[in-house]
């Protein structure tokens, strides 16, 4: 067999990153009252090139490249679809939604691409170095997009909060990643795999483990690790708060599956009780803390922390069942959320001139499609039938009672039952007709070409997971084979002994 080049592993990552550096070359070359608008199509068509580029790597063999430090399989593609797909979308919708005046615009592309650059090569790394470095790429881009309003007082608050707190998590997982190579004198993911088990240093391998937990369930903004969750979507750009809330948390579930199914699968019995107490405790703190709040996307972070919760209650499944039910979970929570973030963005619009709950009263009335597609996105978020939200749900309880986990998923379901009442609440408001009809309202975004693109495919993702959802498990079932067994290349060889008579 022919050898694959090892750049064809890392395709997607490159043309991120010339779509990235391209963008702001042409940003340097414009005149200060030259319009940017133009860089975010740039934007959005490398990483159209990028997606593109995603799916023809299923052609590939499956195998890792660069030294066995990236790898390509159905994993690292559904996961680099995935991501590729949700910056596209908040390209297209930023393209509408930030103002022509405002500043540093063509940055604000860039970051979005090499935030994305990070993601992807993220959730395809199986060296822990490389992890590191990933993780470090999509961080600093978030955290000044973070703080991208720097006009305002919450802005620069939520960008030093996610910078000091992410840096403390990325400091536990580099310690962790220091024991790891400590116990097993290596840090590649699968020589770990295999040298693990039998590591001298057996109480290395555990606090590794507990490290790494603490790093990547930060990035997933789970309790008791999601204390900067709630400030940090108050302070940032409605359109940054849509890519925050799904595709870095996609990329670390990602290193998640990666780590606990295929590194250390040995310590099940050490990590799944952990996530299961973790997993309530998201599930259970973020919808209570969801049912008090007043303000729209504070109530929508402690939501993000709930939808938690209930991805992690997959990992109670056993085998390829709980990797699947996780991976399409993610998907499904990725098209939801950056759609009921998409709708936030054009009502209150950049300046969330709108904050409140009650601010959104008769929006059925003022603007049709957008209330239509604000009560769409929270009834697939409750996970009624249909919607993509539900099959979400369906999957992940299942996997967990699969893995014996009842107790689990009942908790799980009296949790739905408990986010109905502020989903269904922000439902009611929108949809009642305001009593105060003379108010003074921020006028409604127009949807225009690129915002209009970017609710569609939310809506059409939502609806395709919630009535046709058997390609996407399909896929998910793929990643599931592939990520829990090494490919070739990384087999190690074993020789067996020769005996003679």
């Avoid at 929508?300 to 996780?326: D, E, T």
Wanted: net charge neutral; aromatic share 10%.
């Amino acid at each position: 067999m022919t050898p694959v080049p090892d750049i064809y592993r890392i395709l997607p990552e490159v043309i991120l990153t010339l779509t990235g550096v391209a963008v702001m070359l042409i940003d340097a070359t414009l005149g200060h009252t030259s319009p940017r608008r133009p860089l975010g199509w740039v934007a959005a068509i490398g990483t159209t090139l990028a997606l593109w580029a995603s799916l023809w790597q299923l052609s590939l063999p499956v195998g890792t490249g660069f030294f066995s430090t990236v790898e390509t399989s159905p994993f690292t593609v559904f996961f680099h679809v995935l991501i590729c797909g949700v910056v596209l979308v908040v390209l297209l919708l930023s393209l509408d939604s930030l103002p022509e005046d405002s500043h540093h615009q063509g940055e604000f592309y860039a970051l979005i691409v090499f935030g994305a650059v990070g993601m992807c090569l993220l959730s395809g790394a199986v060296e822990l170095l490389v992890v590191f470095i990933a993780l470090e790429i999509s961080s600093i881009s978030t955290y000044v997009l973070a703080g991208y309003r720097k006009e305002s007082g919450r802005g620069p608050e939520a960008a030093i909060k996610y910078f000091l707190l992410g840096s403390f998590a990325t400091g536990f997982l580099l310690y962790g990643i220091a024991l790891i190579f400590g116990a097993t004198g290596t840090t590649q993911i699968y020589e770990v795999a295999r040298l693990a088990p039998s590591a001298e240093n057996h109480l290395f391998v555990l606090a590794a483990l507990g490290l790494m937990l603490v790093g990547i369930l930060f990035k997933v903004s789970a309790v008791p690790f999601h204390v900067w969750t709630p400030d940090v979507y108050e302070g940032a750009p409605s359109p940054v708060v849509a890519l925050l809330s799904t595709a870095p948390k996609a990329a670390a579930f990602a290193l998640l599956l990666r780590v606990l199914y295929e590194m250390l699968p040995s310590l099940r019995s050490v990590w799944a009780p952990l996530l299961w107490i973790v997993a309530v405790l998201s599930m259970t703190i973020g919808n209570l803390a969801a049912l008090r709040q007043q303000n729209v996307k504070r109530m929508l972070a402690y939501s993000s922390i709930a939808h938690a919760g209930y991805l992690l209650a997959a990992f109670a499944g056993l085998g390829s069942s709980g990797i699947a039910a996780a991976a399409f979970y993610i998907a499904a929570y990725a098209a939801m959320n950056v759609g009921v973030f998409a709708v936030v963005t054009l009502v209150s619009g950049y300046d969330d001139k709108l904050p409140l709950i009650d601010d959104f009263r008769g929006l059925i009335y003022r603007s049709p499609l957008m209330g239509s597609l604000l009560l769409f996105f929270l009834v697939s978020l409750v996970g009624i039938p249909f919607t993509g939200g539900f099959f979400g749900k369906f999957y992940s309880f299942s996997a967990a009672v699969g893995g014996g986990a009842i107790a689990l998923a009942v908790i799980g379901l009296l949790n739905s039952g408990l986010a109905a009442g502020y989903y269904l609440r922000f439902a009611l408001v929108a949809a009642q007709r305001d009593p105060e009809p003379d108010r003074t309202f921020a006028p409604t975004a127009q949807v225009g070409v690129a915002v209009g693109a970017a609710l569609l495919l939310a809506v059409a993702a939502t609806l395709v997971l919630g009535i046709v959802p058997g390609t996407t498990l399909h896929s998910a079932e793929s990643a599931a084979h592939t990520l829990q067994a090494p490919p070739p290349e990384a087999a190690p060889i074993v020789i067996e002994p020769q005996i003679h008579p």
